[in-house]
C-alpha cells in the first residue's frame, strides 16, 4: 500500500493537473469503485457534475480532491493497486480503468483511476471543520505536517504502551508511516522495532522523528518507493527510492553501516527487516 511519500507525489501531480478545473462528467466502470459512496454510482456521478475541484489535498497516506463550491471532498483509496492518471482523452482505457472524469476546459486531458485489485476506490464525503472528509478526522497529523506536536506525539507515544514499530503504523497517533519506512527509520536511528514505547525519552522520540522525516524526504526525491507496475505518479511514471532502502527487503545482504547480514522476521502479517548488531532487541524483563 502507497505511503505518504508515495501518495504525496501523485497528491503533487494532481495538483499540477487537476486542481481548478470544473468536472463535465464522471463514468464509473465498475461499482467497486465507488463501493465506499453508499449511495451508488449513480449517485456519484450526479453530484460531481459541474463542480470545480480545489486543491488536492493529504494527511498521511489520504488523498482528497476538495470541491471549491461545497464542503465535500473525493476521498481516493488507492489501496493496494489503484492508480490515479492524468491521460490524453484519446490515449487508450488501460486494462483496469473502474472510472473516469472528464473536464469543461479545453485541455484534452482526463483523469482516470486504474485498480487491478478492485481494493481501492473513490467516494463522495462532507468536510469537517477543518477541511477533512469526515471519514479520516480520526487521521493524526503526519510528520511532514508543519503543524505536528512533538511533545504531544512523545506524550501519546509513552501512554501507548505498545512496541514502537506498532506505533509507527497507527495512524490515530501519527500518519503516513507504513511498513517500509517504518523499518528504515527504525534502521537509522538504531532501534529494534519490538522496543516498549513506554522506555522511549523525549530525545529519542525527537531522534525517530527525524529519522521518519529524512527517510521520506529522500523518498519523495526520486518519486517514492515502486516495487513493481502497480504504484506509479499520474504520468504513469515510478518511483525509484527502492534503490536506496537500507532496511527492507534487504535480508541476508551485508548491513551497510557494519557488515552483519540483515535479518527479516514475520510481524503481524508482514515481515521486520533490521540489522541483528546495530538493532539489538529489548531485553525482556521477568
Given at each position: 500500500m ?39 454510482g449513480?449517485?456519484?456521478?450526479d ?15 489520504y ?6 463550491d461545497t ?8 489501496g ?14 488501460e ?10 476546459d ?15 476506490g ?13 471519514v ?16 504531544a ?21 501519527i500518519?503516513?508511516?507504513?511498513n ?21 525519552t523525549?530525545?529519542?522520540?525527537l531522534l525517530?522523528l ?24 499520474v504520468?504513469?511514471e ?5 534503490r536506496?532502502?537500507d532496511?527492507y ?27 541483528p ?10
Amino acid at each position: 500500500m502507497p505511503e505518504l511519500p508515495e501518495v504525496e507525489v501523485v497528491r503533487r501531480g494532481l495538483e499540477r493537473w487537476v486542481a481548478h478545473r470544473t468536472l463535465a462528467e464522471v463514468e464509473v466502470l465498475h461499482p467497486r469503485a465507488v463501493r465506499r459512496h453508499l449511495a451508488g454510482g449513480d449517485d456519484f456521478t450526479d453530484r460531481l457534475k459541474g463542480h470545480r475541484i480545489g486543491m488536492p489535498s493529504r494527511r498521511g497516506k489520504y488523498l482528497w480532491l476538495p470541491l471549491e463550491d461545497t464542503d465535500q471532498s473525493i476521498l481516493a483509496h488507492l489501496g493496494m493497486s489503484g492508480q490515479l492518471l492524468v491521460q490524453p482523452q484519446a490515449a487508450p482505457d488501460e486494462k483496469h480503468l473502474r472510472i473516469r472524469a472528464r473536464f469543461t476546459d479545453a485541455l484534452d486531458t482526463e483523469l482516470r483511476f486504474v485498480d487491478q485489485r478492485t481494493f481501492g476506490g473513490l467516494s463522495l464525503h462532507d468536510n469537517t471543520p477543518e477541511g477533512l472528509p469526515d471519514v479520516i478526522a480520526h487521521i493524526a497529523r503526519d510528520p511532514l505536517d508543519p503543524l505536528f506536536d512533538e511533545d504531544a506525539f512523545h506524550r501519546a507515544l509513552r501512554r501507548k504502551r505498545s512496541t514502537i514499530k506498532r506505533a509507527l503504523l497507527d495512524q490515530s497517533l501519527i500518519s503516513g508511516v507504513g511498513n517500509i519506512y517504518a523499518d528504515e527509520a527504525l534502521w537509522r536511528a538504531r532501534i529494534h522495532y519490538e522496543r516498549p514505547t513506554a522506555t522511549f525519552t523525549r530525545p529519542r522520540t525527537l531522534l525517530l522523528l527525524g529519522h521518519v522525516r529524512d527517510v521520506m524526504n529522500s523518498a519523495l526525491a526520486v518519486g517514492g518507493t515502486s516495487f513493481d507496475s502497480l504504484y506509479v505518479n499520474v504520468n504513469g511514471e515510478s518511483g525509484y527510492f527502492d534503490r536506496s532502502l537500507d532496511a527492507y527487503g534487504r535480508e541476508g545482504l551485508p548491513c551497510r553501516r557494519c557488515g552483519t547480514p540483515m535479518r527479516r522476521r514475520p510481524w503481524m502479517n508482514r515481515s521486520s527487516y533490521y540489522c541483528p548488531k546495530c538493532q539489538r532487541p529489548p531485553r525482556i524483563t521477568p
